[in-house]
């Protein structure tokens, strides 16, 4: 199964960055492309059982940089197929992007939002190797395990960490200016990310 081409120098996001991209190209001129990248990408992924395949799909923005796939993603619905998969990935390149700053705001959130703590399944203490690692295995959910599982664990790890935010803003290095308005954003993501679970439990996430 052929994937799209990008050729795009690989462009790394901060954690206050990732859900504010605002791609560049109208979205009703790249919908149709958008939509069969995302059906191909997870098709290809959950039909192979090669673990290099799973891990290389993981890998996708390292090499290709997530602004490749922001061309494509970042202005669909987020109750769809390829607005759930930039949501994914950049969740992911933004924790493996600060790990240290988003450990510590995960623990600062976690005993405020202890079932998200669960379902986030982030190990304790949740240091910024166990977040680059738990980033990774949600991902990775999303094409060797259960699609809406992985949606779900990165809705529970936005909400951790957005707790974590609210509670380290007296801390210089881990405030998030609330001009920027990160939090209500993250918490907006984590909402988005529960109703694409559900559309794909309803088999409408397309």
């Known amino acids: ?27 009703a001129r790249v919908s149709e492309a958008a939509h069969l990248a995302a059906h191909a990408l997870v098709s290809r992924g959950r039909e192979a059982d090669d ?31 390829p607005g759930a998969l930039w949501r994914l990935y950049a969740l992911r ?10 450990g510590r705001w995960f623990a600062a959130g976690k005993g405020t939002a202890q079932v998200s703590n669960v379902v986030a399944g ?10 680059c690692q738990v980033a990774d ?7 060797n395990g259960e699609f809406d599982v992985a949606l779900d664990r990165f809705a529970a790890f936005c909400r951790v960490i957005a707790l974590g935010q609210e ?13 920027d308005h990160r939090i209500p954003r993250l918490s907006r ?4 990310l529960d109703a694409a679970a559900k559309a794909w439990r309803a088999g409408v996430l397309d």
């Open 122 to 131: 982030v190990a304790d203490p949740p240091g910024a190797e166990e977040i």
């Open 167 to 179: 509670r380290t803003q007296d801390i210089p290095s881990l405030t998030v200016r609330r001009a």
């Open 189 to 192: 993501t984590a909402n988005e």
């Open 137 to 143: 295995t949600i991902l990775s959910g999303a094409f």
């Open 1 to 27: 199964m052929n994937e799209p081409r990008l050729h795009h120098s690989p462009v790394k996001f901060s954690p206050e960055q990732f859900d504010a991209h605002e791609g560049g190209i109208d979205p």
């Open 51 to 81: 673990p290099e395949v799973h891990q290389r799909l993981v890998q996708l923005t390292d090499e290709q940089g997530l602004e490749g796939i922001a061309e494509l993603w970042a202005q669909a619905p987020a109750v769809s197929l």
């Open 93 to 102: 390149a933004a924790a493996r992007t600060d790990p240290h700053r988003m």
